[in-house]
């Protein structure tokens, strides 16, 4: 039986800040439908990992999505979400002016992520007015914006109460469904275990560096 | 042009029109605009003379120092902050070129300190309608478009400064640091070295050209001035080595650059720098 192409694909990608490493030859596969943990302790590289995936930031060795070298042309990056793990959106700008730009930016539809109702905070709203955890589920919704095939989420459910993170822990699921390869970032393995496929491992490794091993554990035997 | 550019630019005016500030600034100039048309007026009318002059003098004055200024600053402000707050990776992780998030933020700068020269020399305008005869006109005219382009090269600028610097600290600094460099700074240092290092006309007009708010300020000079000796050393030289037409056509060219290689500047350095 032949092993499925992945969708993602990670060799001897590595990142340096003024010569501190940050990531260290990291390989990494991913098939498509899968839900990958990307944890690690803090400043292992979890965020830059995803950031280098987004395209945000430089990086050495390779990675490609669906065949395609990242970061990739314009084209890839529309099957691309991504969700910073703090993003501050203008405080006079209302929930519907942020979706409208992202939207537009995306060309998707508002009602395109799949979330649930009542999960975006109501259009009119300020987002001075909003609390840390309501900014986190607008963010969110960007990131889910016109459903992405490769989705980067930075430590998603960190400002969420309950019923959100069971919401968005669900939409997730059926993202996965739907053949999405889905990297979530966080420092909490115990709230992703029961959720993820695989987990990549950016602990601490006296023997190679200080984040070289990118420990692949497929939890639940793949997708 | 792109229409995602244009989306930028239109929430990057939805954010910059709610600066709490930012009223305060567009007030400053249109009252700065109103007192030098008064103060301008009185003092002709004094000396019993008629027509806009000393009025004109004073909003050239005023004109290239304060939208610069805001230019400037709100150029700066724009990509350190929207960095600092994240929400710049996030809008780079968007399906869309680096540099269309530079040029709207570009055009949104320039479209707000635009509106704030309109208004502010509208104001003036009111209060000169009343005596300006059709051959000020022209002279108006060139004033508020000199003063647009130098600010439109200051939002060139800032923008730039904004898309290097690491922080909106650092970028707003850098903003102040240049107006300070560029209205005040240059001149009184080519001033003390013109002397010292035998510095020839060509030295000076150098000078200008490397300096926007200079080339604005010698453009409306030039523009609006028919005897030599009213220009200055700088605008003289230009009129006397090669006449009104080319001298103007030089300072709009330069202009035009300090518009256009900080904008090029800005996208490149965005393009190769991790956000």
Redesign the interface.
């Known amino acids: 039986m032949s092993t499925p192409e992945p969708a993602l694909r990670m060799h001897g990608l590595s990142k340096r800040y003024r010569h501190v490493p940050v990531l260290d030859e990291l390989c990494f596969d991913a098939p498509a439908g899968a839900l990958a943990l990307v944890t690690g302790t803090n400043g292992a590289g979890k965020s830059t990992l995803l950031?280098c995936l987004?395209?945000?930031?430089?990086f050495t060795g390779s990675a490609w999505f669906r065949g395609e070298r990242l970061p990739g042309s314009?084209?890839t990056?529309?099957h691309?979400g991504?969700l910073?793990?703090?993003?501050?959106?203008?405080e006079?700008?209302t929930v519907g002016?942020v979706l409208e730009?992202?939207c537009?930016?995306?060309r998707a539809a508002p009602d395109s992520t799949g979330l649930a109702d009542g999960f975006v905070p109501d259009a009119d709203a300020q987002v001075g007015t909003l609390s840390g955890g309501q900014r986190q589920r607008l963010?969110t919704a960007?990131a889910l914006l016109g459903r992405p095939e490769l989705l980067l989420l930075d430590e998603p459910t960190a400002n969420l109460d309950s019923w959100a993170r069971g919401s968005l822990w669900e939409t997730l699921r059926a993202h996965r469904r739907e053949g999405a390869t889905i990297l979530v970032a966080s420092p909490r393995e115990d709230e992703v275990v029961g959720s993820a496929d695989l987990t990549l491992n950016l602990s601490a490794d006296p023997v190679r560096g200080p984040h070289a091993l990118a420990e692949l554990a497929t939890v639940r035997g793949g997708a | 042009m792109d229409a995602h550019v244009l989306r930028i630019t239109r929430w990057e005016v939805q954010r910059l029109v709610r600066l709490r500030w930012l009223p305060a600034m567009v007030g400053l100039f249109a009252v700065g605009c109103l007192v030098n048309a008064f103060l301008g007026l009185r003092s002709l009318r004094a000396l019993g003379l008629t027509g806009i002059g000393a009025s004109l003098d004073g909003l050239v004055a005023i004109g290239v120092l304060l939208p610069p200024l805001l230019a400037l600053v709100l150029g700066a402000g724009a990509l350190s902050g929207a960095r600092e707050r994240d929400l710049l990776s996030l809008l780079a992780a968007q399906p869309i070129r680096r540099s269309t998030i530079v040029l709207g933020t570009f055009l949104a700068v320039s479209a707000v300190v635009s509106a704030t020269v309109g208004l502010g020399f509208g104001a003036a305008l009111v209060v000169l309608s009343g005596v300006a005869g059709a051959t000020d006109l022209w002279g108006l005219t060139v004033v508020v478009l000199a003063t647009l382009g130098t600010s439109v090269a200051a939002a060139a600028v800032g923008v730039l400064l904004g898309a290097v610097t690491s922080n909106r600290l650092q970028a707003v600094a850098a903003a102040v640091l240049a107006w300070f460099a560029l209205a005040l700074g240059l001149d009184l240092l080519f001033a003390g070295l013109a002397p010292g290092l035998h510095l020839g006309p060509r030295s000076l007009l150098v000078a200008v050209l490397v300096n926007p708010v200079e080339t604005g300020r010698v453009l409306t000079l030039l523009a609006t001035r028919s005897d030599p000796a009213t220009l200055g050393p700088f605008g003289a030289y230009l009129d006397t080595r090669f006449g009104l037409p080319i001298a103007t056509a030089m300072l709009g060219s330069a202009l035009a650059a300090w518009i256009v290689l900080p904008v090029t500047g800005a996208c490149l350095a965005l393009r190769h720098r991790d956000v």
Do not use: C, K, N, W
Request: glycine share 10%; no cysteine; charged share 20%.
């Open positions: 950031r987004a395209g945000l930031t430089s314009i084209a990056r529309r691309i991504y910073p793990q703090d993003v501050g959106f203008p006079a700008a002016e730009l992202f537009g930016l995306r963010a960007i």
